[in-house]
């Protein structure tokens, strides 16, 4: 996980390179515009971001991804850092000016070999991860650490994963690449999770839905995610 993090960080290509200026709706109707802002951007966030506890919020004025799914914030512009400790902390949403929401989770990264043959291999700590698509599955970037407010500081290939309402941990679903390269997602990986839905499982190991010359690699994991949790939806 380390490793991860000084990788990214060492990046400074744009994030915009792969993702556009991208525009997210998420379950509760957030857009996410600035999924990892500049510098520039990073002055634009407002206060409060607010810390939800799963039973009260608490509103500051500035967060610090820390690690082990640790945070720190400020109360006020000038006043001193103060830690919040995993798991009190079940998610964090911060403003921009412009109303986009961004919005964290704690979670494990888990192994994604394991996961297809049926294991649950967690990591040692937690880390923080930022939505992108919100539902019964959810898809997350895996967000850097440090003084940005907690965004990933450089534009890197973003690292996605897949995660199911209730569960603590996410699973890597896409492939390291070298930079300004389209990233290839692991198909056996996707169709593990979707694999109550018979027929999007199949389609999916079956590679019909993954990337083709007119699709990103982000828009074909949208697709099919929105595709099942429409359907999970639908069968309640």
């Known amino acids: 996980m380390k490793k991860l993090f000084a990788f990214v960080a060492a990046l400074s290509l744009s994030i915009s390179v792969f993702a556009g200026d991208m525009v997210v709706h998420t379950g509760n109707g957030y857009a996410v515009i600035h999924p990892f802002p500049t510098r520039s951007e990073v002055k634009e966030m407002t206060s409060p971001c607010v810390l939800d506890y799963g039973n009260k919020t608490e ?4 967060f610090d991804l820390s690690s082990k799914g640790n945070v720190k914030v400020k109360s006020t512009e ?38 297809i043959k049926g294991t649950i291999k967690k990591d040692d700590s937690p880390a923080w991860f930022y939505l992108l698509l919100e539902g019964e599955i959810s898809i997350y970037f895996l967000s850097g650490i440090g003084p940005y407010t907690g965004l990933t500081k450089a534009g890197a290939p973003p690292i996605l994963y897949l995660h199911r309402k209730g569960d603590d941990f996410a699973v ?12 290839a997602l692991v198909p056996e990986v996707i169709a593990e999770f979707v694999k109550d839905n018979a027929e999007l499982a199949a389609t999916v190991k079956a590679e019909k839905k993954l990337p083709s010359k007119n699709e990103t690699s982000i828009g074909t994991l949208e697709r099919i995610i929105r595709e099942y949790n429409t359907a999970k939806e639908a069968n309640k």
Do not use: C, M, Q
């Not at 009190?88 to 994604?112: C, M, Q, R, W």
């Open 78 to 115: 000038k006043s001193s850092w103060v830690e919040k400790k995993y798991p009190s902390v079940k998610s964090i949403t911060h403003t921009f000016k412009d109303g986009s929401i961004s919005k964290f989770i704690p979670l494990y990264e888990a192994d994604n070999k394991a996961y």
């Open 172 to 183: 890597k679903v896409s492939k390291a690449t070298s930079v300004g390269a389209e990233f």
């Open 59 to 62: 509103e500051f004025y500035r």
